[in-house]
């Protein structure tokens, strides 16, 4: 037992340090209700679906208007370990595959590059 707590008190903080990746998304044109839509019932869904798996550890879908009207999207996606992260891109097209097949859920005929446009993102760790 003392060892194994000596093991654990030598390893790396990050290793136990949660990473988030969060992109930056500008609304376009008023486009509000199509990037609302968008992000619930495509972004969102996988989320749902990849944190019931296993493979992250949190998800968060935060939109604001400013006063003058302008919207800004910020998505938050968190992993577990650095393992957990390195296989983000194997994990979640296990998640979206069925999805594939129907094709992305938008609200009208307006593609994702009309409404939204993802400005900056970034990779956190946490301490």
Same mark, same amino acid.
């Given at each position: 037992?003392?060892?194994?707590?000596?093991?654990?008190?030598?390893?790396?903080?990050?290793?136990?340090?949660?990473?988030? *990746?969060? @992109?930056?998304v500008?609304?376009?044109?008023?486009?509000? &209700?199509? =990037?609302?839509?968008?992000? +619930?019932? !495509?972004?969102?869904?996988?989320?749902?679906?990849?944190?019931?798996?296993?493979?992250?550890?949190?998800?968060?879908?935060?939109?604001?208007?400013?006063?003058?009207? *302008?919207? @800004?999207?910020?998505?938050?996606?968190?992993?577990?370990? &650095?393992? =957990?992260?390195?296989?983000r +891109?194997? !994990?979640?097209?296990?998640?979206?595959?069925?999805?594939?097949?129907?094709?992305?859920?938008?609200?009208?005929?307006?593609?994702p590059?009309?409404?939204?446009?993802v *400005?900056?993102?970034?990779?956190?760790?946490?301490?």
């Open positions: 037992m003392r060892c194994a707590l000596t093991l654990l008190l030598l390893l790396p903080l990050s290793a136990a340090a949660e990473i988030l *990746v969060v @992109d930056f500008k609304v376009l044109d008023g486009n509000d &209700e199509e =990037a609302r839509y968008y992000y +619930e019932k !495509n972004w969102k869904k996988h989320r749902i679906e990849a944190a019931k798996r296993g493979y992250i550890s949190s998800y968060k879908l935060m939109i604001r208007t400013s006063d003058d009207g *302008v919207t @800004d999207i910020v998505l938050m996606t968190g992993f577990a370990s &650095e393992s =957990a992260y390195q296989a +891109e194997e !994990n979640f097209e296990k998640v979206m595959a069925p999805s594939r097949e129907k094709g992305v859920r938008l609200l009208n005929e307006k593609t590059g009309e409404f939204r446009k *400005v900056d993102n970034a990779t956190y760790v946490s301490d």
